[in-house]
């Protein structure tokens, strides 16, 4: 069964310091989102790709955060600097259109993130 | 604007027990409505979902009913096995839009 790939699985860092995560989705998939889940909370929606275009970064915050998907294949979602408050599990997804009529996203196993 | 709000957790059951899981939603235009389950240490898995009104999306002895007049797709199972402790996420995407809204989650946990 396809899979969305996700790594690394866990990251620890300090506070200051830069970190990424990286994404691969199910092939095929145009489109990608990238979820932020902070412990005890639904994940929420930090940005969405159609194909390499941002379709939506409202929630991203910017001034720390940027993502790209530059060949519309996989991507890459970075914070820098890091702070106490991104401690949290990112998760990214994919989708395509589906026949019922539902978009249906497949969630990778996530990456968490533990910033001291 | 859009949300959803499931029950508070956590929810602790025996085995065999019958379970309900409340999940109520807010939405302009004709939503989609889904369960995902995320197991301990793992991301989120498609439990099943519903598309309209009346539909009953169904998996692994799970139900839920799309109820447009309360709007509500609440989540049952007859008979809940230890297996089943996870943590349960109600959510919605809207017509033309494609990602998905989720409520807060429900914990599980079920006793043997």
């Known amino acids: 069964e396809a899979e969305v790939a996700q790594s690394p699985r866990y990251k620890i860092t300090e506070k200051s310091q830069a970190v990424a995560f990286w994404c691969d989705p199910i092939?095929?998939?145009?489109?990608l989102y990238w979820y932020r889940q902070i412990l005890g909370q639904g994940p929420e929606l930090l940005v969405q790709f159609q194909d390499e275009s941002v379709v939506d970064d409202s929630q991203l915050p910017k001034d720390r955060f940027s993502a790209e998907r530059l060949k519309g294949v996989d991507s890459t979602l970075k914070i820098q600097p890091a702070e106490l408050g991104d401690s949290a599990m990112y998760l990214c997804?994919?989708?395509?259109?589906?026949?019922?009529?539902?978009?249906?996203?497949?969630f990778g196993a996530g990456s968490r993130l533990t910033v001291l | 604007g859009n949300s959803v709000t499931q029950m508070e957790g956590p929810v602790t059951l025996s085995e065999e027990a019958f379970l309900t899981i409340n999940c109520t939603y807010t939405a302009t235009g004709y939503p989609s409505l889904f369960w995902y389950v995320q197991y301990p240490g793992e991301g989120l898995q498609l439990l099943l979902k519903a598309t309209k009104a009346d539909d009953k999306g169904s998996n692994k002895g799970f139900e839920a009913t799309y109820r447009k007049e309360t709007t509500s797709f609440h989540l049952e199972k007859g008979s809940v096995q230890v297996s089943d402790s996870a943590v349960y996420f109600c959510?919605?995407?809207?017509?033309?839009?494609?990602?998905?809204?989720f409520g807060q989650g429900t914990r599980l946990t079920i006793n043997p």
């Open positions: 997804a994919s989708s395509s259109p589906g026949t019922s009529g539902a978009n249906v996203l497949t």
């Open positions: 092939s095929g998939h145009a489109t």
């Open positions: 959510a919605l995407t809207i017509q033309g839009a494609q990602k998905l809204v």
